[in-house]
Every structure is written in C-alpha cells, then in structure tokens.
Nanobody, 120 residues
Framework: QVQLVESGGGLVQAGGSLRLSCAAS????????MGWYRQAPGKQRELVAI???????NYADSVKGRFTISRDNAKNTVYLQMNSLKPEDTAVYYC??????????????WGQGTQVTVSS
C-alpha cells in the first residue's frame, strides 16, 4: 500500500498562485508515476498532470503553460505549482500514484483531497 498526504490548498484570487504538495510513503517501489486529478462540483474528475519516476510530464490542455508538476525523489514528494489561477480551476485536487498507465485510466492510490478555491 501507498499512503498519500496532500497539503497546500486554499483560497486565492484569480491570477494568483498556489503550490500543492503530496508526500508518498509505504510501498513506493510499486509505483512509477504520480500525478494530480481534480473534481469540480457537478463535473467529472479530470486528470491535471502526471510525472513519471524518470521526470517525464504530461498536462491537461486546460492547465498547460500555467501549472507545473515536479518531484523530489529524495523526499518522495510531488508538487503542483499553479500560476495564473482562474475561477474554473476551483476544485478538490487529489494526489495520485501508480503506474503511468494507471494514472491515465484509473489511479491505484488516492490522497484525501485538498480544496482549491479561486475567487473572481
């Protein structure tokens, strides 16, 4: 099992920035990718960004150029730097872990979620 603990959500004005963190522990040898999903009220969950153990990244079109995913392998921690935030970025953000394919089709591990609210 892998445990994921997120932090860094909050309330920010449009145009502002937030950084989310997610620390992984447990059987981390079983995963080769981590990422973030988000779910806004009344909407389906959306894959936001993925980063592999090798450092390859993928982003949703809606966040390209504004969000950056990174990782600190020594700390088993992944970050999501969110800049130029928009009200439509308001959602609960979930940290995920698994294989790269799992993160795309259905992550094996989920964090508890952290609320991000962007006011206009």
């Amino acid at each position: 099992q892998v445990q994921l603990v997120e932090s860094g959500g909050g309330l920010v004005q449009a145009g502002g920035s937030l950084r989310l963190s997610c620390a992984a522990s447990g059987s981390i040898f079983s995963i080769n990718a981590m990422g973030w999903y988000r779910q806004a009220p009344g909407k389906q969950r959306e894959l936001v960004a993925i980063i592999t153990n090798g450092g390859s990244t993928n982003y949703a079109d809606s966040v390209k150029g504004r969000f950056t995913i990174s990782r600190d392998n020594a700390k088993n921690t992944v970050y999501l730097q969110m800049n130029s935030l928009k009200p439509e970025d308001t959602a609960v953000y979930y940290c995920n872990a698994g294989t790269q394919i799992e993160l795309i089709v259905g992550p094996r591990y989920w964090g508890q979620g952290t609320q991000v609210t962007v006011s206009s």
